[in-house]
């Protein structure tokens, strides 16, 4: 069974700083893609950063130079480390996983509020 478990959320004042996780179990996790989305109330879902299976990654332009996503295949465990948050970058983020193959998961998600 393939699990995402993302954890880490939780709330800050404009300026500082959180550490979300995705834990994956059930996937072969160095063959996968791994990416963080995120979706405010009332709002579609939108790709905040991606992490390939080669470690190449892609952030939305919202993010860049704030938020860096990185990865570990010994602990199947992907994070996103997210400075400066702004009330901008409240929602809920979600882990996904996607293969090469096309088989892709998601967490349950983990909410964000930024708010002084």
């Known amino acids: 069974q393939v699990q995402l478990v993302e954890s880490g959320g939780g709330l800050a004042q404009p300026g500082e700083s959180l550490r979300l996780s995705c834990t994956t179990s059930?996937?072969?996790?160095?063959?996968?893609?791994m990416s963080w989305y995120r979706q405010a109330p009332g709002e579609q879902r939108d790709l905040v950063a991606t992490?390939?299976?080669?470690?190449?990654?892609n952030y939305a332009d919202s993010v860049k130079g704030r938020f860096t996503i990185s990865r570990d295949s010994s602990k199947s465990t992907v994070w996103l480390q997210m400075n400066s948050l702004k009330p901008e970058d409240t929602a809920v983020y979600y882990c996904?996983?996607?293969?090469?193959?096309?088989?892709?998961?998601w967490g349950k998600g983990t909410l964000v509020t930024v708010s002084s």
């Open positions: 992490i390939a299976s080669n470690d190449i990654t």
């Open positions: 059930g996937i072969t996790f160095r063959l996968y893609d």
């Open positions: 996904q996983a996607i293969s090469l193959y096309g088989a892709h998961y």
